[in-house]
């Protein structure tokens, strides 16, 4: 994160910041689960590193080639501007806690891939290692289903003052933030598996409490529904009337001040 920094300070070039994070936590992620501890990696450590490195590579992929085109995250934009002339050196702290988090992301991928082994199994893992790969498959499609209806939607000029509601849109305001936390969750779910109370799997459930904190109250929704409002005004008002932030559960309309 050190070396986003550097690429960062200058305008233009803030887009660089989250994939470069996610290459990071990739990196250290693989790193943690295969690890040797008195013998070689077993399926279930290949089958946890094998899961991260698709979640690393998908959303590293999908964000560098979108800052390929050059511009500003509109978050950075906002802290450059409230930050001043301090915005180098804030911005430089603000990356090295995004650092530590990526570690405890990693701490929790290494506890399911650590995770001791149930007795009841399937073959060489547990039902558990099968729901966990199959809800982080799942959530990596949901993902990439959602990064492409938006940028479907944005290639129309017609939509250039306009919010897109269709699709997985149209059932939460920010579904790719809905499945990036889903797919922290498998992790906890091969953590946990059929032996509940397992130290591991308490510990790893803290990955996916910590994303759904940070997505939903800090630095995903609150400063980027401020940018749609500044941007697109009463559109994304009605939306916010319509379309639910984050979990998908039909509402009722209601005016919002």
Not at 43 to 65: C, E, K, N, P, T
């Amino acid at each position: 994160m050190g070396g986003a920094w550097l690429i960062a300070r200058r305008p233009g070039r803030s887009g660089w910041i989250d994939a470069i994070w996610s290459f990071a936590v990739g990196v250290a992620s693989v790193a943690a689960a295969l690890a040797p501890v008195g013998h070689a990696p077993d399926l279930r450590q290949r089958l946890v590193a094998g899961m991260v490195a698709l979640w690393s590579l998908r959303l590293g992929g999908h964000i560098a080639l979108r800052s390929a085109h050059g511009g500003d995250d509109p978050r950075y934009v906002a802290l450059r501007e409230a930050w001043g002339g301090s915005f180098s050196v804030r911005l430089l702290g603000f990356l090295q806690i995004q650092a530590a988090a990526g570690w405890l992301l990693a701490i929790c991928v290494m506890m399911a891939a650590r995770a001791p082994a149930p007795a009841y199994r399937l073959g060489d893992l547990a039902w558990s290692d099968y729901a966990g790969a199959g809800l982080l498959i799942a959530a990596v499609i949901g993902e990439g289903l959602a990064d492409a209806q938006l940028k479907a939607f944005r290639a129309h000029p017609a939509n250039a003052r306009l919010v897109c509601d269709t699709g997985l849109w149209g059932l939460s305001r920010h579904p790719n933030y809905l499945f990036e936390w889903l797919g922290w969750v498998a992790y906890a779910v091969i953590a946990m598996g059929p032996s509940a109370g397992a130290l591991p799997g308490w510990i790893a459930w803290s990955g996916p409490v910590f994303m759904y904190w940070l997505l939903v109250h800090v630095s995903g929704i609150p400063p980027l529904e401020a940018h749609m409002l500044r941007s697109r005004g009463e559109a994304f008002r009605a939306v916010q009337r319509r379309v639910p932030a984050f979990w998908p559960i039909p509402r009722a309309s209601k005016e919002l001040p």
